[in-house]
């Protein structure tokens, strides 16, 4: 029988180590991320001054970068836009009466009717030289931009276009109501065919054999996967029409560019980011693709080594899956930090976030979960038990059923399977029956104690008990069994019978047996056994010992 033990500093390693750990990993994990955040600006960067821009209908007319005086670009660039609006209205304004004139130190923009000349927008030298140009130019081309926005205003502002757009927009209306009744029907008819117990392309989903998914599993996956499409469709559809709506009607046509715009901003955007993406994500599935084929052969070589096809003098065969577990974990995150630079924005705030997040995460809740899985490793490369051994731990006694890198599991002669945390079992006292018929080849020692009287002479008490264990059918030859005197008490004499088991998976069969066999030897001989102790005067009193050949027992009788 082999006992391993540990001591306080076994309790209180695990912790700390997975103290450790912890901080290690938010070191790994928090700098990292709070160093990429926080990297200083260039102080040399240039900062673009805000500009204002003088708007028709939410269409950009003119862009204002520094007003003329003490004006802002946005103070003016508003009240340009509410005098170009009065002005594009105004149908008595001609846009080839817009002139320019110069008024030293401004060229303006104007009005030029009947003789007179009516300013609507003065250009400095300063507004022209950000442009790169003179104020002349610019002046010019603010004339050209004007007579440009008043024109397109009143070519979309006629009656003829307001009838037009009525109806394209009913007609449009027509298609989507008839395609939005077919897509509710088309949706229906999906539904019907998920729900629909008959259907035979739904009898689940196999893979090498192996059913995954029953009918109804399967069902249940497909009907949210239906609804969640439908609504997509549904949304993206709508959301595609408002802007074929809007740019029917004059006064929401610029709003109808803007959307179609940022749609189309955002199509051509993901096509390019996914474009400009592939040489990144064919390296990263070159990195996870020879992390497989690693972690396929680690598993392997350490498969052969668990079965005996490779035989090191160093390395014993339990070692092996617990190690071909952490070799894979550790080559799955070499994979993942080798590709992580790859992954599409991964410098961005998001990713820094989700870092900073995991590593307060890991910082805060990783302390019990390092300290079982150290515990774990230390079981494992201690060799104190190995799945198949029958152990008692912490009283527990049972079959060791798994060994995780978290828990323990045993399965108890009522089979039941009691998970015990690996830090819980590194501090405990571990008693493993079969490590010495593996490791020493030598049978598992039981014992049993019995008190006989002193009238009873103890050779006589030597040789009943040595029967009883013959007669047990559990009991191993290999070793003879042997009788102890432990105790000479009060009143009677204690005596142990150590015998071998045979089996270790047998121990509590065996030493039933051999507890009744000690009882049938005892009282074919007519020997009293005092264990409890019998306080009795033989004054014509019964002995306490059962007649032999026992009887038959009688159900029918009372009691």
């Given at each position: 029988?082999s ?5 306080g500093?076994?309790?209180?390693l ?46 950009r ?16 660039a508003?009240r340009g836009s509410?005098r ?5 209205s105004?149908y008595?304004?001609?846009?080839d ?12 923009v ?7 000349f ?19 130019q ?10 440009a ?21 009913l007609?449009a ?19 019907r ?33 239906r ?46 980011a ?10 990263v599935?070159?990195?996870?693709g020879l ?6 052969a ?49 410098n961005?705030?998001?990713f ?22 150290i ?13 198949g ?16 890198l ?33 490791e ?29 264990a ?15 005197q ?36 005892f ?7 005092l ?13 306490t010992?059962p ?7 009688d ?5």
């Amino acid at each position: 029988m082999s006992h391993s033990r540990r001591f306080g500093w076994g309790r209180r390693l695990p912790q700390l180590l997975a103290a450790l750990l912890a901080m290690a990993l938010a070191v790994a994990v928090v700098v990292p991320t709070a160093l990429a955040g926080a990297a200083p600006k260039d102080p040399t960067a240039a900062v673009a001054p805000p500009a204002g821009f003088v708007e028709l209908e939410g269409r950009r007319v003119l862009e204002i970068r520094i007003a003329p005086g003490a004006q802002s670009p946005a103070g003016m660039a508003r009240r340009g836009s509410r005098r170009l609006a009065a002005l594009a209205s105004d149908y008595s304004v001609d846009p080839d009466q817009f002139v320019v004139r110069e008024d030293p130190p401004y060229t303006s923009v104007g009005l030029l009717r009947d003789g007179v000349f009516e300013p609507q927008i003065a250009v400095d030298d300063r507004n022209a030289a950000r442009f790169g140009i003179s104020r002349q130019q610019l002046a010019e081309r603010y004339r050209q931009q004007i007579q440009a926005a008043i024109r397109r205003y009143r070519n979309s502002h006629r009656l003829s276009d307001w009838i037009r757009g009525t109806a394209l927009a009913l007609l449009a209306l027509g298609f989507y109501i008839l395609w939005l009744r077919g897509q509710m029907a088309l949706n229906r008819r999906i539904k019907r065919w998920i729900a629909d117990p008959a259907n035979r392309r739904l009898q689940g989903l196999q893979v090498g054999g192996n059913q995954w998914l029953t009918a109804d599993q399967l069902r249940g996956v497909l009907d949210p996967l239906r609804r969640v499409v439908h609504g997509a469709v549904l949304l993206l559809v709508s959301y595609l029409s408002i802007p074929l709506f809007l740019g029917l009607f004059p006064p929401t046509l610029a709003l109808s560019e803007t959307l179609s715009g940022q749609i189309r901003g955002l199509v051509v955007g993901g096509f390019q980011a996914l474009v400009k993406a592939i040489p990144d994500l064919i390296s990263v599935a070159v990195i996870l693709g020879l992390s497989v084929l690693l972690m396929r052969a680690s598993n392997a070589w350490f498969k052969a080594v668990e079965h005996g096809n490779l035989r090191l003098s160093w390395f014993y065969p339990e070692w092996a899956r617990p190690t071909a577990r952490l070799v894979g974990i550790g080559i799955l995150l070499m994979g993942v930090v080798l590709a992580y630079p790859y992954i599409p924005g991964a410098n961005s705030k998001a990713f820094q976030g989700a870092g900073l997040f995991v590593g307060v995460l890991a910082a805060l809740g990783s302390s019990a979960v390092a300290a079982n899985l150290i515990g774990g490793l230390m079981l494992t490369y201690t060799r104190a038990y190995q799945e198949g051994d029958r152990v008692s731990i912490n009283s527990t006694i049972g079959i060791v059923h798994d060994c995780a890198l978290l828990v323990t599991r045993l399965r108890t002669p009522h089979n039941e399977v009691v998970s015990i945390p690996n830090a819980t079992v590194l501090g405990a006292s571990i008693i493993n029956y079969s490590l010495a018929r593996r490791e020493i080849n030598e049978p598992v020692l039981i014992s049993t104690t019995v008190t006989i009287g002193y009238d009873v002479p103890w050779r006589q008490v030597h040789r009943l008990m040595l029967d009883a264990a013959a007669a047990t059918a559990g009991i191993s030859q290999e070793l003879p069994p042997f009788v102890l005197q432990t105790s000479l008490n009060d009143f009677h004499i204690s005596y142990e019978l150590n015998a071998y088991v045979a089996d270790v998976d047998t121990y509590r069969r065996t030493l039933s047996d051999l507890l009744g066999a000690i009882q049938d030897q005892f009282s074919r001989a007519g020997v009293e056994i005092l264990s409890p102790g019998y306080h009795a005067i033989r004054n014509g009193n019964g002995s306490t010992v059962p007649p032999w050949p026992a009887k038959p027992f009688d159900e029918s009788s009372p009691g």
